[in-house]
């Protein structure tokens, strides 16, 4: 076993970050590295940190709050160098974000192994995961970040949409026209939900503390438009619902205020909002921002009192869910949709938060049970017409697939290549 990093990590990720340049991966059918295998991952790990697809390239975070693609910048570089030199029975092996060996393994071995983020069950705590992380010794991964598969947000639209439709068909329904949809957090993940509901004919109202993210999603054609203006975007989405249109409107304020507000007037008839959800980064308190603080001070509050932050922001998720129970308790669909808010509200204070049901059980389950998704396929030579040839291949495999057709044919004319 070799050791590809020699440099000491810092632990600060965002050394050097702004003289470096954009990342952008290879594109193309030459490769750059000793085998398909390795160049497969090369590609992937800085597609992940191309700032066409991250949320924050700049500081290693790809999507979900601080979901990372890389420990540092040194180690991210030494990633890709000993993958330029991997032979094709080498194995890289990747703990939280950092290079950590070689083994010789043998042609059909994976080329990368990754482990992310792993404590041991007594010392899994926020507080002990900061430290390790303030040290240089750890990273968070979410998901696809730190496994280096994420491809923006188009990656996880299938998904949403599947669940939306999912949503309708639990309430009877063919479609979402003629429902209102309220939902916040426009990031990564989330900001797939605007357009997931469009694609089911419906009308949303999506709430994020920060308008550059609902900028984001209207210029990549996942929001239609956006204001910072409540009654003015009620009114909008609330036309839409009664002429059975689809629209996405984004407002930009905080779900822990909006919320309880357009309950007060659901109360009095002039919000009919039936279907509420949420996709704030609320499974990491420091990525969920309090009543109170605003964008620009976010940073720095949660850096300088992790505490005293985590303690404001549960106490505002508290507010957020007692306000999203109040919908399902006036008859609204109500469901959590994977970020930890119901039991960070509960720690907040708020005993009802799991009054409502988690995506998962309620919609997804159902769906893998007959067979369905998860699907995820990247063309490693980032040229469309790739896709389009997998999209016609799979339209041939399951030709009696009418949800399937309809996914690809609206995706095809819809879907922006992120
Ligand atoms: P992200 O960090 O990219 O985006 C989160 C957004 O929430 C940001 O735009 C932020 O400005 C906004 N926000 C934070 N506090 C807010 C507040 N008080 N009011 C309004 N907006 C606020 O995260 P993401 O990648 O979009 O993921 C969102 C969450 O969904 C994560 O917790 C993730 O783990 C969870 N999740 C999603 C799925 C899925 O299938 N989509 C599955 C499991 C978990």
Wanted: hydrophobic share 45%.
């Amino acid at each position: 076993m070799t050791s590809p990093v020699d440099a000491q990590n810092s632990g600060v990720v965002n050394r050097a970050a702004s003289s470096r340049g954009p990342v952008r991966a290879p594109r193309g059918g030459e490769r750059t590295a000793k085998s398909w295998g390795a160049e497969a991952a090369k590609r992937m790990l800085m597609n992940n940190l191309d700032p066409e697809v991250a949320e924050h390239p700049e500081d290693l975070v790809v999507y979900g709050g601080t979901g990372r693609a890389a420990r540092s910048w040194e180690a991210y570089d030494a990633i890709v160098r000993t993958l330029d030199e991997l032979e094709p029975d080498e194995t890289l092996l990747v703990q939280s974000g950092k290079p950590v060996g070689v083994f010789r393994t043998h042609e059909w071995a994976p080329r990368v192994l990754i482990a992310n983020a792993n404590l041991v069950g007594d010392w899994a705590t926020w507080p002990e995961f900061r430290r390790l992380e303030q040290l240089g010794l750890t990273m968070y991964g979410q998901m696809t970040a730190g496994s280096w598969i994420y491809i923006g947000t188009q990656g996880i639209l299938q998904g949403t949409y599947e669940t939306f439709a999912a949503v309708a068909r639990s309430l009877g329904r063919d479609s979402l026209a003629g429902t209102l949809t309220l939902t916040a957090g426009a990031g990564g993940m989330g900001g797939a939900q605007p357009l997931a509901v469009t694609l089911n004919g419906g009308a949303v109202l999506i709430v994020d503390v920060d308008a550059s993210r609902l900028e984001r999603r209207v210029a990549h054609g996942y929001l239609d438009e956006y204001t910072d203006d409540l009654d003015a975007a009620l009114a909008r989405v609330v036309a839409a619902r009664t002429a059975g249109e689809a629209l996405s409107v984004g407002l930009v304020g905080n779900a822990a205020e909006v919320f309880p507000e357009l309950l007060r007037r659901r109360h009095a008839g002039t919000a009919p909002i039936d279907i509420v959800t949420d996709q704030t980064s609320a499974h990491d308190p420091l990525a969920y921002l309090p009543i109170g603080v605003s964008v620009a001070a976010w940073k720095d509050a949660a850096a300088s009192d992790p505490e005293d932050f985590t303690a404001r922001a549960r106490a505002s998720m508290a507010a957020h869910v007692a306000a999203m129970v109040g919908f399902q308790d006036a008859g609204a669909a109500v469901f959590d949709y994977g970020n930890s808010i119901r039991r960070e509200a509960e720690l907040g204070g708020y005993d009802r938060a799991f009054a409502f049901p988690g995506f998962v059980p309620a919609y997804i389950r159902p769906l893998f049970a007959e067979g369905r998704g998860p699907f995820r396929w990247v063309a490693l030579s980032g040229d469309p017409d790739d896709i389009a040839k997998t999209d016609r291949a799979v339209a041939e495999l399951f030709p009696d697939d009418a949800a399937l057709r309809r996914w690809l044919d609206r995706a095809g004319d819809t879907v922006r290549f992120e």
